[in-house]
């Protein structure tokens, strides 16, 4: 039995995948989310085989909850279904380190056999984004490489509070959820938050979870 989860901001589309995957045997849907938040939250409670992710969501899209969940070595596996075939998404997806990329256009039929085989602990990338894939790698020389780490640790010079704070953003908490847990006010933690982000030099959770990885920071 496959174990589902489904994220995706628009009830008519969750529904539709979840009938389709009702009608197949040895697939279960435990629960659905309508934000990478919820997502999170959800996975967590559930833990299920596979999350089934859109890209565009509200609060958190579905990179950066691919992202966290794998910072955070969760063993889910994430399949991506996107109506996007652009090279910046497929790339950032893969870079976050989903297990698959499947386009809503896709068949019943593929999109079964995408399931099965990340479930089974493979990787699937559709047709159109596995030519994007392989144009990527020759256009770089090379296959990908992973980042080798350049600055020890040391030199960001986390103060500890920054440390608790950088490992509840990458849990993917929210501003006032991290304000209840070290007991301070929302203000507060928008403050180290912004400190944080600041002293890393990144813009966004991806790059704030790409340099945590990177330099090992939690």
Partial sequence: MI?????????????????????????HVLDEASDGKEALKVVEACKPDVLIVDIRM?????IEVVSVL??????????VLSMHDSEEYVLNAINAGADGYLLKGSSKEEF???????????????????????NSMINKGSAPQPEVQEKPEA????????????????????????????????????????????????????????????????
């Fill in 112 to 134: 079964i056999k995408a399931l099965q085989m990340i479930a089974s602990g493979g990787k699937y990338f559709t047709g159109d984004v596995s030519s994007i894939i392989v």
């Fill in 155 to 218: 030199t960001f010079k986390l103060t500890k509070r920054e440390k608790q704070i950088l490992a509840l953003v990458l849990d993917g908490k929210s501003n006032k959820e991290i304000a209840e847990d070290l007991e301070v006010s929302k203000r507060t933690a928008e403050v180290h938050r912004f400190n944080l982000m600041k002293k890393l030099d990144v813009k966004n959770l991806i790059e704030l979870t790409k340099m945590a990885s990177k330099y090992r920071l939690v």
């Fill in 58 to 62: 509200p609060e958190m899209n579905g």
């Fill in 70 to 79: 794998k910072q955070a070595k969760n063993p889910v596996k994430t399949l």
């Fill in 3 to 27: 174990n589902v989860v489904l994220a995706d901001d628009h009830v008519l589309v969750r529904d539709g995948i979840k009938s389709l995957l009702e009608d197949q045997e040895g697939v």
